[in-house]
């Protein structure tokens, strides 16, 4: 799954190959595959730093 996170101070950073952890109000917690490395890394942000998150649709 892909995953976009918008940034309460504008910024918005786009993931690929997005496996979530923790996603709660508090804490969004998730594995990705950074696309410079090809490394699978850990990424966390804390509810008060989010304004909003999309997440891929995959059909059923």
């Not at 699978?40 to 059923?60: C, D």
């Amino acid at each position: 799954m892909n995953l976009t996170v918008f940034l309460a101070s504008g910024a918005t950073l786009k993931f690929c190959t997005v496996d979530i952890i923790t996603d709660t109000t508090q804490i969004l917690q998730f594995d990705y595959v950074s696309e410079g490395s090809g490394l699978t890394k850990r990424a966390t942000f804390y509810g008060q730093h989010l304004a909003g998150i999309a997440r891929e649709v995959v059909p059923e």
